[in-house]
């Protein structure tokens, strides 16, 4: 069964304390692994997509890898305004598996 | 770009009602999904079109659920009849390709009492 995971649900920082979550997936045939970041009341913001294993994907503070099970998104010297619900999406085929997300609050 | 607008934004309908929610994908893009999220169970995808046709429905959760896409400027997606559960946030998007990154709308709230 196709499914994906991601860890941990929430997570709170220190201002300019270095952190990543994590995105587990086991699904046949991955085309595509994306990460998105969702502000509360509003739509997913696309930030990477990334399509095989060792691929990286940096822009400002965040940087996104993946292996071929899991992708980390790695998040150096996180800002208060990097507060968010960051989630993660697979495609397989034509089918489209969002992760529950990770709440991140990073306080000043 | 406006990016891709949904409207409304909010609705409030009794059980029982038709409830039609629409999104205009953004200018270009070839691929449009409805999706739709609640606490418990995330974001789930419901149908996906490519080039105005429908070419993924199987998240649809059933026959009460309807989603149109007449051209490659707008789409619907209609319940009848609503029921409470269908209480939830949804989501249009549209990519260039079905492959690459979607770009989401600021979502529908649907509260079905």
């Known amino acids: 069964e196709d499914q994906v995971t991601q860890s941990p649900e929430a997570l709170r920082l220190q201002e300019g304390e270095s952190s990543s979550l994590n995105c587990s997936y086991t699904v046949s045939g991955l085309r595509g692994l994306f990460w998105y970041r969702q502000d509360p009341g509003k739509g997913p913001e696309f930030l990477f997509t990334l399509y095989s294993a060792g691929e990286e994907k940096e822009k400002e503070r965040l940087k996104a890898t993946l292996t071929k099970k899991e992708s980390f998104l790695h998040i150096t010297a996180p800002k208060p305004e990097d507060s968010a619900t960051y989630l993660c999406a697979v495609q397989t085929g034509n089918q489209f598996y969002f992760g529950t997300g990770t709440s991140l609050t990073v306080i000043p | 770009d406006a990016g891709v607008i949904q409207s409304p934004r909010h609705e409030v309908t009794e059980m029982g009602q038709e409830v039609t929610l629409r999104c205009k994908p953004i200018?270009?893009?070839?691929?449009l999904f409805w999706y739709r999220q609640t606490m418990m169970r995330g974001l789930e995808l419901l149908i996906y079109f490519n080039n105005n046709v429908p070419i993924d429905d199987s998240g649809m959760p059933e026959d009460r659920f309807s989603a149109k896409m007449p051209n490659a400027s707008f789409s619907t997606l209609k319940i009848q009849p609503s029921e409470p559960r269908d209480s939830a946030v949804y989501f249009c998007?549209?990519?260039?390709?079905?492959?690459?990154?979607?770009?989401f709308g600021q979502g529908t709230r649907l509260t079905v009492v």
């Open positions: 200018s270009g893009h070839n691929s």
């Open positions: 998007a549209s990519s260039f390709t079905g492959d690459t990154e979607a770009f």
